[in-house]
């Protein structure tokens, strides 16, 4: 059985030492991601047998991330599964990249089966494509910027500890434009607590990111930490409702800041969003990191594990 429990900030340190030697793949598998959404989503993780588990809430369920370490997948696949059948549910593994599906496949011949998830692909930029936004393709992003900076006075700074509390100046400013007192859902709200957290958990986190000033104003910020030596996610990018315009510049001068350190920036997924999901392939992302969910058809097939 597997004693999983809700991630603490201590746990930094050790949940990071699993997710750096593995060959992970994907916005979930970051310590930010875990500890920030254990609220929303009732993430928690388990380290057992040289595997790191980590699990969610789904509906009246629980999903599964697929295990990460360097032991033998079947016997941490069959352990989740095991688990799982001891509490009654039956649990789905969310997220499944191609080289996971791969692996799965492998260890566990014939046993699970996997459906397309669209609403969780990543979109995974080359950090020069969005710090240059080169050639024809990107034309309209550059005269869209141009037309901010005719129209503005700007910069932009690292966030650092004497700029961290225009973030939130942001942020707040943001919610208000976007959800008038009352419009907001569940899902907002909680959206709005992680972005809280993440800029008063700041520096305890290990993120890194940038704020955009227009007109001596605090316009846009963006945030995020490094998924591996060549990958940073952007987790929360946020613009004040008097410079909705501001998205562009701060995605550019982000990646700027950000260039010669990693090759590539994780832009995480739409969640089924058709605005969001325009606005990011209108980026162009090198990678479109396919994602699947994994199931069995039946407890009894556990008998194969």
Not at 37 to 60: E, H, N, Q
Not at 92 to 112: M, N, S
Not at 229 to 246: G, L, M, Q, S, W
């Amino acid at each position: 059985m597997l004693d999983f429990r809700t991630p603490a900030l201590s746990d930094k340190a050790l949940v990071d030492s699993y997710l750096k030697q593995t060959e992970t793949e994907g916005c979930g598998y970051s310590f930010g991601n875990l500890y920030l959404w254990r609220k929303a989503y009732d993430m928690t993780f388990c380290v057992k047998g040289g595997f790191l588990f980590i699990s969610s809430s789904l509906g009246d369920s629980r999903a599964f991330a697929v295990p990460v370490g360097s032991g033998d997948l079947r016997w941490a696949m069959a352990q989740v599964c095991q688990t799982a059948k001891a509490m009654g549910i039956h649990p789905i593994f969310y997220a499944v990249t191609d080289r996971q599906k791969e692996a799965i496949e492998k260890a566990c011949p014939g046993i699970f089966f996997f459906c397309d998830e669209r609403d969780y692909y990543d979109y995974i930029y080359k950090t020069e494509n969005l710090a240059l936004l080169p050639g024809k393709k990107y034309h309209g992003k550059r005269n869209h910027i141009s037309k901010f900076e005719k129209n503005h006075t700007w910069h932009f700074e690292r966030i650092n500890k004497d700029n961290l509390s225009d973030c939130a100046c942001i942020l707040e400013a943001w919610r208000s434009g976007k959800f008038p007192e009352g419009a907001a859902t569940e899902e907002a709200d909680a959206e709005t607590d992680v972005a809280r957290e993440s800029i008063r958990l700041f520096f305890e986190l290990g993120y890194e990111g940038g704020i955009l000033y227009a007109d001596g104003a605090p316009a846009a910020y963006a945030m995020g930490e490094a998924l591996s030596d060549t990958v940073f996610c952007t987790h929360i990018e946020k613009a004040a409702p008097a410079f909705r315009d501001a998205y562009a510049l701060i995605n550019r001068e982000t990646a700027k800041s950000l260039l010669g350190r990693y090759e590539y920036i994780d832009r995480e997924d739409d969640a089924g969003d058709e605005g969001l999901r325009k606005a990011k392939l209108s980026y162009y992302p090198d990678i479109l990191l396919v994602k699947s969910a994994a199931s069995y058809h039946s407890y009894d097939e556990l008998s194969n594990l």
